[in-house]
């Protein structure tokens, strides 16, 4: 079908389709808001963050209709185009609205950027596929290379509406900190809703039904201009990765070789959503041309007939897969395939509708295609047997199965056996029963909820993944040392960063020598930081570490009296023998701990001459108490980790966890973006150390910052974000499998489709 003969008109319906999505949503948004906040509300956490969620759902509760109201005027405005594209009325400009003023740019304006980033953000981790769908029909119609970075279909312009109503409704920063998960979360299910019912209304009214971006991909022979609506990213990949070697003298073209072989490979796992989205296309291209009617977009209603068929087939599978009598045996593969297809061809005969038999035998293939799967394990085999008539149920009432990757039935396999296809032979028994039991209960849900549809499975699929967190973190022998290690790891460059931007602030307009300021900084907060791990951050030692450092302050400050100068002679040998085993402490070697005990020594020493003004003694009071109040003040925002502060904690080598820093290749911001998108439990090859094994990835840290990855034998990697994509860049570390195992389940049924098309009428 082609586009409108008016397709600005149809964009602008588009744009307000999508905002009248969201203005009817909202009501039930802002619902699950305050629910949310209720649980929060109610479960353990430490004293001074229970206490600011409590108040946050009380503020929540008490000004949710403001909010509600807020929210509906603004995106009613948008609607209008009432609103400037930059986000109208609200007050705190953007960063970007800033920068041609060429000033300071006050706290409250970062503040807001930076949530207004993370809500777009957190939206953008589920809505990646349907906005970029989104994005290709709307630019298409427009015929632009590009939305505009304040379209009102991009997040962050989102985002910034759904905050500037909770600022204008009187809601404060604190109280959304407090809730970011739940907004995060239900906004994020918004904005989903919105872009999937604003394709589907696209899709509907001719505009590309069908998108493939492959073409669109510029090729790193391609001397032309970039071609439109590919991002920078992929761009980077398919044209500069090759040059990356191209300057490193002897064997440049090896490399350049090398890194262009690697680049062919990366760029397709990086363009797997578009393939498989292809291979969808033409499943959904080869049955319309055989069954009439059949339209992928729209939902059908199930004769009464099929659906009593179905649950008469799904009772005898549970009995026969699931009894606990001895005297019943669970059949095998083989048999279990066999009694399937016996019992599609008596469903096949209840229905005389052509799509209803058509459905009834894609699913029949796509689950002999899984169930046929070499690498998953037998015992959990059976469990995705079962799951073949829930899914047969919803594939009849919602086509759209058939025509997107992310419905959440298709979705829930292919997460569960990513999380299991990664054992062989020799490691099936590292699975562990916890994993097998999950994937159990979750099969028994979708079973008991038989009417519930796509809801269901994307209930079990949100649980599947906290499950997953879950046992990494706590029950999997395999990873949870080493998950523990390495969130110790993350805390302590955490709290470093945050001890010296808070040290920082307090040393602003205290006169203290350069020397000591540098220690306090590059040193201490370290120091601070391990010891609040190693302790607790109100621990004696660690108060004993924040005494040493208001000593030290104290020290270094100007002495114009010989009592003075008298009190530190007898104070440094106990405040240098505390330095010194803070350093210890935080792995410093000897040596440098001589230089930096020497470098004090200076600072020291020129303090007993310095003319400035000595700290005053209630001065010196209140940095004293600020330091025993340090964690009350550290700043509740999210920093970037630097590789070269992922150090020595408890020694990583003997305690089972590696932490990688060196190897791999430069990698581009496209692998850089596929390191971020690895999801928890996915199988990866890697090759690190001379070892070449299976590792899963079974932690992620802050913004992705940090990635564990763990072996079958209980090895445990650390990855940081840019090692990682180096090494996903050099091919050291290879996915297990490039396609979903319901994808290469479509390829396997379309392969029999092609050969023999008559079998979906039949």
């Known amino acids: 079908m082609a586009i409108s ?101 006050d706290d409250a304006t970062i503040e807001h950027e930076i949530l207004s980033s993370r809500l777009a953000l957190a939206v ?9 769908d989104l994005r290709s029909r709307m630019t298409a119609m427009e015929r632009r290379d590009e939305l505009s970075s304040t379209d009102v279909l991009r997040p962050h312009t989102v985002a910034r509406e759904v905050l500037d109503a909770w600022l204008a409704c009187g809601l404060s920063i604190e109280a959304w900190r407090a809730l970011q998960p739940v907004l995060h979360d239900e906004f994020g299910h918004l904005v989903v809703l919105g872009y999937h019912e604003t394709n589907k209304w696209l899709i509907a009214h001719g505009v590309l039904p069908e998108i493939d971006l492959r073409p669109l991909i510029r090729r790193a022979r391609d001397t032309g201009n970039p071609a439109p609506g590919v991002s920078s990213a992929v761009q980077s990949l398919a044209g500069g990765a090759a040059s990356v070697h191209v300057h490193s003298g002897p064997g440049s073209l090896r490399h350049v070789n090398d890194e262009t072989r690697l680049m062919t490979r990366a760029s397709a796992l990086l363009r797997a959503s578009e393939q498989a989205q292809a291979v969808l296309g033409r499943l959904n291209r080869l049955v319309g041309r055989q069954v009439p009617d059949f339209e992928a977009t729209t939902t059908h209603h ?22 606990t009598r001895p005297d019943l045996v669970i059949p095998s593969t083989p048999v279990l395939l066999d009694e399937l297809n016996e019992k599609k061809q008596a469903l096949k005969r209840t229905t005389s509708s052509p799509i209803e038999r058509a459905t009834i035998e894609i699913v029949a293939l796509l689950f002999q295609s899984i169930l046929t799967e070499e690498r ?91 499950f997953l967190e879950h046992y990494f ?15 110790q790891v993350e805390q302590r460059e955490i709290l470093t960063i945050q001890y010296t931007i808070e040290l920082r602030k307090m040393l602003n307009e205290v006169p203290v020598q350069d020397g000591v300021r540098e220690f306090l900084f590059q040193i201490w ?3 601070l930081a391990m010891t609040a791990v190693k302790t607790g951050q109100q621990s004696e030692q660690t108060k004993a570490m924040k005494r040493a450092a208001a000593d030290l302050i104290w020290s270094a400050s100007a002495k114009v009296s010989r009592e003075e100068r008298a009190e530190v002679i007898r104070r440094l040998p106990p405040l240098l023998k505390t330095l010194r085993d803070g ?65 020595d904690l408890s020694g990583h080598e003997t305690t089972g966890l590696e932490v990688v820093t060196e190897g791999g290749s430069m990698p581009s911001p496209a692998m850089v973006a596929w390191a971020r998108g690895i999801q928890v439990g996915s199988w990866f090859k890697l090759d690190y150390r001379g070892r070449s ?58 392969a029999k489709l092609d050969a023999d098309p008559s079998r979906l009428l039949n």
């Open 693 to 750: 094994e299976a590792v899963q990835l079974a932690w992620q840290g802050l913004r992705k910052q940090l990635s564990l990855f763990v072996s079958p034998t209980g090895r445990c990697i650390l990855f940081q974000q840019h090692r990682l994509a180096a090494f996903l860049q050099a091919g050291l570390m290879v996915p297990a499998e490039e396609e979903a195992l319901t994808v290469r389940a479509t390829r396997s049924a379309l």
């Open 525 to 527: 907060a370290d120091v």
């Open 473 to 487: 973190t706590k029950e999997n022998e395999s990873s949870r040392k080493g998950v523990s290690l390495a969130q």
């Open 376 to 466: 998953l394990p037998a015992s959990v085999r059976v469990w995705f047997a079962r799951l073949q008539m829930p899914v047969l149920r919803v594939a009849i009432a919602e086509p759209d199965f058939f025509a997107t990757i992310d419905h959440p039935a298709r979705k829930l396999i292919d997460r569960m056996g990513a999380c299991v296809m990664g054992f062989d032979a020799s490691t099936a028994g590292a699975m562990g029963d916890a994993l097998e039991k999950e994937i159990k209960r979750v099969v028994q849900v979708v079973e008991a909820y038989p009417d519930t549809g796509r809801r269901v499975f994307q209930t079990v699929l949100v649980e599947f993944e906290k």
């Open 583 to 647: 350093m210890a402490s935080a792995g410093v070697p000897p040596d440098k701990q001589e230089e930096h005990i020497q470098a004090l020594n200076n600072s020291l020493a020129a303090a007993f001459t310095a003319k400035a003004a000595a700290i005053p003694s209630e001065r010196l009071d209140e940095l004293m108490m600020r330091l025993e109040t340090l964690e009350e003040l550290l700043p509740d925002t999210e920093v970037e980790i630097d590789e070269s502060m992922v150090v």
């Open 302 to 323: 199930a004769s009464p007939q099929l659906m009593a068929a179905i649950a008469d087939v799904e009772r005898e599978v549970r009995q026969r897969t699931g009894s």
């Open 124 to 132: 953008m981790d589920q809505a990646a596929t349907e906005f970029t």
């Open 5 to 105: 003969a008016d397709p600005k008109a149809l964009a602008a319906q588009a744009r307000k389709t999508f905002l009248n999505v969201l203005l009817y949503g909202a009501s039930n948004a802002l619902a699950a808001v305050e629910e949310g906040a209720r649980t929060l509300a109610t479960q353990a956490a430490p004293p001074d963050l229970l206490l600011r969620r409590r108040d946050a759902w009380s503020d929540v509760q008490r000004l949710r209709g403001k909010w509600q109201q807020e929210l509906s005027e603004r995106l009613q405005r948008r609607m209008a185009g009432q609103l400037a594209d930059s986000g109208g009325s609200s007050k705190p400009a953007g960063l970007a609205q800033r920068g041609a003023e060429l000033s300071l740019v």
